[in-house]
């Protein structure tokens, strides 16, 4: 790599500073990198985070996290680094450190709404092929969870943020933003014959688990120009020896293209076979029979969505466990799915039906 030359060359440089102040209660990162991956173009990228987590309640059961955090990037990529020297792509970056200062000085949030910043950021980059600034705000909360009714609906963790993204791709500017929402729950050990309202004797303990995630964006005038859904639920039953049966459902929504959805659910049952000194193979040591098992997993799913209507999963699962040396499984699973091209009356369908089976051997020395 050159270090004052001018001479013709391709090279990979990278270069990465920074500073992390951890300060009670704030956590502040502030740094800059540049790179070249060639001798046509060279990156710079400038970030500021800061992160301030509060606890509250810490001693009790209800203890409770929050942890706001403020974060800006601007990344600036050009092309006029044709055969630049290393000492060269060190004195962009300062330049580009010095002209966007604004970086660590600017006021939080206000550059969150208005036109102000777009023609800033119009004005700053207007040297560059490409860049992008993205400003943005997130805040976490978390708290602790455990075998309460309110544990069934109440948020075990909730993350709200909100950032705008200020692109330029040549002449274009581009100015949109993104909002996003995460929501978790989760409850243990409530209903069963273990748990805090034993209301159901044929299973020892249960968990239960709802998530939601929503992301949309949004033009400059606010308006929504994509979004995205999940939402998962779930419950798990546990009794005897380790046997469990889960159930969950899953869905999914999104505005690409046209409007895409996902319903899918899920069944699965795992029983197990456990002799109290093992299983008894001829011809296998005793030593490494001890403890074995069988171990069964049954399964059934079912989804549908644009165009697979229809599609059903039905598998066997059959392992013999040797805690200290592997195991051998087999497995087996049959599917059917109806596929539904084009459409109205016109397109085109299609009916599968699948089979498969398989032989897995695990051997632990």
């Known amino acids: 790599v050159p270090y004052f030359s001018e001479a013709e060359t391709d090279r990979l440089f990278s270069l990465n500073t920074g500073i992390s102040l951890d300060t009670r209660p704030a956590s502040i990162k502030i740094g800059a990198e540049t790179s070249t991956e060639n001798s046509d173009v060279l990156r710079d990228r400038l970030y500021l985070s800061v992160e301030v987590p509060l606890k509250f309640f810490p001693e009790g059961g209800n203890a409770l996290s929050v942890t706001p ?16 020297a290393l000492i060269e792509d060190i004195e962009k970056l300062k330049k580009d450190i010095f002209l966007n200062s604004y970086i660590g000085t600017g006021i939080p949030f206000k550059e969150m709404v208005g036109e102000n910043l777009k023609d800033a950021f119009s004005l700053l980059t207007q040297n560059y092929e490409q860049a992008s600034y993205t400003p943005g705000f997130l805040i976490n909360l978390s708290r602790n969870y455990g075998s309460r009714i309110i544990d069934l609906i109440a948020p075990s963790m909730l993350a709200v943020s909100f950032k705008r993204e200020l692109n330029r791709d040549f002449n274009e500017i581009d100015d949109a933003y993104t909002a996003g929402l995460k929501l978790r729950s989760s409850a243990l050990n409530l209903f069963g014959k273990l748990g805090a309202y034993p209301f159901f004797n044929f299973y020892s303990s249960d968990e239960f688990g709802n998530s939601l995630f929503l992301d949309m964006n949004f033009n400059g005038d606010y308006s929504v120009s994509k979004y995205s859904l999940s ?5 798990t ?3 005897g020896d380790n046997d469990t049966l889960t159930l969950r459902h899953l869905l999914k929504l999104a505005n690409e293209t046209e409007i895409q959805y996902s319903d899918s659910t899920g069944f699965s049952f795992i029983w197990n076979i456990k002799p109290g000194k093992g299983l008894d193979i001829p011809y296998v040591p005793e030593k490494v029979m001890k403890g074995s098992f069988i171990k069964n997993t049954e399964t059934l ?4 969505e644009n165009s697979h209507p229809v599609n059903v999963t039905v598998g ?3 392992s013999i466990v040797l805690p200290d040396y592997g195991y051998i499984k087999l497995n087996s699973k049959v599917g059917f799915d109806y596929e539904s091209m ?3 009356t016109s397109g085109q369908k299609a ?5 498969s089976a398989g032989l897995e051997v695990k051997v632990k020395f």
Request: net charge negative; glycine share 10%.
């Open 351 to 355: 009916f599968r039906i699948l089979f």
């Open 231 to 235: 939402a998962e639920q779930y419950l």
């Open 301 to 304: 799913s079912g989804s549908t």
């Open 316 to 318: 066997h699962e059959s």
């Open 342 to 344: 084009g459409s109205g």
């Open 69 to 84: 955090e403020y974060t800006r990037e601007l990344k600036l990529i050009s092309g006029e680094n044709r055969n630049a």
């Open 237 to 239: 039953l546990f009794w």
